[in-house]
T-cell receptor, first 116, second 113 residues
Framework: SQTIHQWPATLVQPVGSPLSLECTVE??????LYWYRQAAGRGLQLLFY??????ISSEVPQNLSASRPQDRQFILSSKKLLLSDSGFYLC???????????????FGQGTRLTVV | KQEVTQIPAALSVPEGENLVLNCSFT??????LQWFRQDPGKGLTSLLL?????REQTSGRLNASLDKSSGRSTLYIAASQPGDSATYLC????????????FGTGTLLAVQP
């Protein structure tokens, strides 16, 4: 069966510090991978998606970047955090559209990031 | 641009009541619609997935319907329990090769014992 791991669960970082959040998927190959952010009282905003290794697309301009160094590994990074980067970050995966359209998405447990 | 709306934003019901959560979307060209549950401070748990060719899906006390032409979906919860208290999110999937999800803002459900 497939599982998704996301860490750390919580993180408190000072303004201007770097960030690295990691997500890995087990039990499947060539998944589509996503990073979402959920700000307090707001819906989920798609930040990045990836349909393959080193294939990253950004949905919104921001202070963050994403990388996919391996097929089932997705990393969210920042060189210098801003206060506005605080939020709940969620990683998700589903099967790529090359095999089938419209597949079920699965989410990690999230990372609560507080920038102070 | 696809937009997803959920009504109501919050709902409080007594235990045992049947309830309906609503989700609407503006672009009917979707692959599927998925309902999720989110407990406070946690990730999303998939509840039901309805493909665009389907009208409804059922899992236990949950039943989700989809009317793609009118851009609407409902999640029906039968005989609600305090453990059903959570935020319920719907999301539509579309967009070529990316299969990305567009989410509604959710309905916060509280089931009172």
């Amino acid at each position: 069966s497939q599982t998704i791991h996301q860490w750390p669960a919580t993180l408190v970082q000072p303004v201007g510090s770097p960030l690295s959040l990691e997500c890995t998927v087990e039990g499947t190959s060539n998944p589509n991978l996503y990073w979402y952010r959920q700000a307090a009282g707001r819906g989920l905003q798609l930040l990045f998606y990836s349909i393959g290794i080193d294939q990253i697309s950004s949905e919104v301009p921001q202070n963050l970047s994403a990388s996919r160094p391996q097929d089932r590994q997705f990393i969210l990074s920042s060189k210098k955090l801003l206060l506005s980067d605080s939020g709940f970050y969620l990683c998700a995966w589903n099967l790529g559209a090359g095999r089938t359209k419209g597949t079920e998405a699965f989410f990690g447990q999230g990372t609560r990031l507080t920038v102070v | 641009k696809q937009e997803v709306t959920q009504i109501p934003a919050a709902l409080s019901v007594p235990e045992g009541e049947n309830l309906v959560l609503n989700c609407s979307f503006t672009d009917s060209a979707i692959y599927n619609l998925q309902w999720f549950r989110q407990d406070p401070g946690k990730g999303l748990t998939s509840l039901l997935l309805i493909q665009s060719s389907q009208r409804e899906q059922t899992s236990g006390r949950l039943n989700a319907s989809l009317d793609k032409s009118s851009g609407r979906s409902t999640l029906y919860i039968a005989a609600s329990q305090p453990g059903d208290s959570a935020t319920y999110l719907c999301a539509v999937q579309s967009g070529g090769a990316t299969n990305k999800l567009i989410f509604g803002t959710g309905t916060l459900l509280a089931v009172q014992p």
